[in-house]
């Protein structure tokens, strides 16, 4: 899933699209709600694009996380991130079975589940191979036109001077 531009605030409920940069702050507007508000250098805010889970082998993006629940659900909705605790170990194990279960709290698995249920509700999943496609459509098309230039008519070569 391409997550680029969505933020999480420490303390502020729900997904929030970055929107630009300001001189002691960021601006931001809440996903579900469209209001846009500052957040200041004192605010954790963490990239979902940044966000990963902790795995036995090596760390897992959270945009494949949301892949492989993609997968799961057949593009549906998630669990419920209110769910119970052991609901949504069990869920989480059918999603990510290699999930360091050490390190990854039931807390994080309900922001996973409901950061998803966000995302699915307001159409913003968008698959990665979509997305690339789309990017690199764009640049051909540019591309083609930028390399067709008007022909350039040569200038005709000096003549050379003879030596004595």
Do not use: C
């Amino acid at each position: 899933m391409v997550l680029k531009d969505i933020l999480a605030i420490s303390g502020e409920p729900g997904l929030f699209r970055f929107i630009a940069q300001g001189k002691n702050s960021i601006i931001v507007e809440h996903l579900e709600t469209k209001k846009r508000s500052s957040a200041f250098g004192s605010a954790k805010v963490s990239s979902l694009e940044d966000i990963a889970i902790f795995t036995e082998k090596e760390d897992v993006p959270l945009s494949k996380v949301f892949d492989l629940i993609w997968d799961k659900a057949n593009g549906g909705p998630a669990i419920d991130g209110k769910a119970d605790g052991t609901k949504l170990k069990i869920w989480f194990t059918d999603i990510l079975p290699e999930y360091d279960k050490d390190k990854v709290y039931t807390s994080d698995i309900k922001k996973v589940a409901m950061w998803y249920n966000i995302l699915h509700q307001l159409n913003l999943l968008v698959k990665e191979d979509a997305e690339q496609k789309k990017a690199e459509e764009k640049e051909t098309t540019e591309d083609k036109k930028e390399s067709a230039p008007a022909k350039k008519k040569k200038k005709p070569a000096a003549p050379k001077a003879e030596k004595k």
